[in-house]
């Protein structure tokens, strides 16, 4: 898919300020720092479209962009942020939450996970949930360029048989660097092919 617009439509606090479910919709969820918004510059190609940081928590609001007047793109907070009171980071966040379940014309949640690690009990917990929710969604890898094609292929394996534990299907995985653009085509052809099934929310 060519990429020929890419619009900021808003940002959101709350459910009730998202826009209309008018398009095909894409959520980026993770962990905080684990490269929701710049994966989303790489994809779409603009430097700086969402919003990155090395601080962490950066983004609490989610913020909504227009892909080719046809889609849209949802970076969403991060979760896990170790700053956020403990009531807030027992779950994942009111707005996650409410998000994942009640957003009618979210297609498929991209859940990104750091390459570079052993699986974390919040990205499983998470999973588990969407899998218990049954929401659309697939694991994608991120910041590949700061380690081997082994270790990546080892640290995925360790996250599979963690999966494994639970299901007996795996979800579609992708590997990606924001940096390199490695996963972009791959992650923008899956999204061609799934916009093709979508029916307006009524
Ligand atoms: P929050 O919005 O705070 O939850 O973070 P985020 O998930 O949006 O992460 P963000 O895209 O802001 O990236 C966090 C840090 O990781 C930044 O310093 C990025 O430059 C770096 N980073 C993100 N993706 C990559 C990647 O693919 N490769 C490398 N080397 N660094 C990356
Ligand atoms: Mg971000």
Redesign the pocket.
């Known amino acids: 898919m060519e990429i020929h617009s890419a619009k900021f439509v808003k940002s959101s606090a709350k459910f009730e300020q998202l826009p209309e479910p008018n398009y095909p919709e894409y959520g980026f969820v993770?962990?905080?720092?684990?490269?929701?918004?710049?994966?989303?510059?790489?994809l779409v190609e603009r430097k700086s479209l969402?919003?990155?940081?090395?601080?962490?928590?950066?983004?609490q609001l989610i913020n909504h962009f227009l892909i080719n007047e046809e889609w849209y793109l949802a970076?969403l907070?991060?979760y896990g942020?170790a700053k956020v009171s403990k009531t807030q980071r027992a779950g994942f966040g009111k707005m996650i939450t409410d998000y994942v379940l009640d957003r009618k014309s979210l297609m498929n949640l991209f859940v990104?996970v750091d390459s570079r690690i052993k699986p974390q009990k919040i990205d499983l917990e998470f999973i588990e949930f969407l899998g218990v929710k049954e929401i659309p969604f697939g694991i994608v890898f991120?910041?590949?360029?700061?380690l081997t094609q082994k270790q990546a292929h080892a640290n995925q394996k360790a996250f599979r048989n963690a999966l494994l534990q639970k299901w007996e299907q795996l979800p579609a995985m992708w590997f990606?660097?924001?940096?390199?653009g490695?996963g972009r085509r791959e992650l923008l052809a899956f999204i061609k092919e799934v916009n093709e099934v979508w029916t307006p929310v009524n």
């Open positions: 993770g962990r905080s720092n684990v490269g929701k918004s710049s994966l989303i510059n790489a969402a919003k990155t940081s090395s601080t962490p928590g950066k983004t970076d907070p991060g942020y990104l991120t910041k590949t360029d700061k990606t660097s924001a940096v390199k490695r």
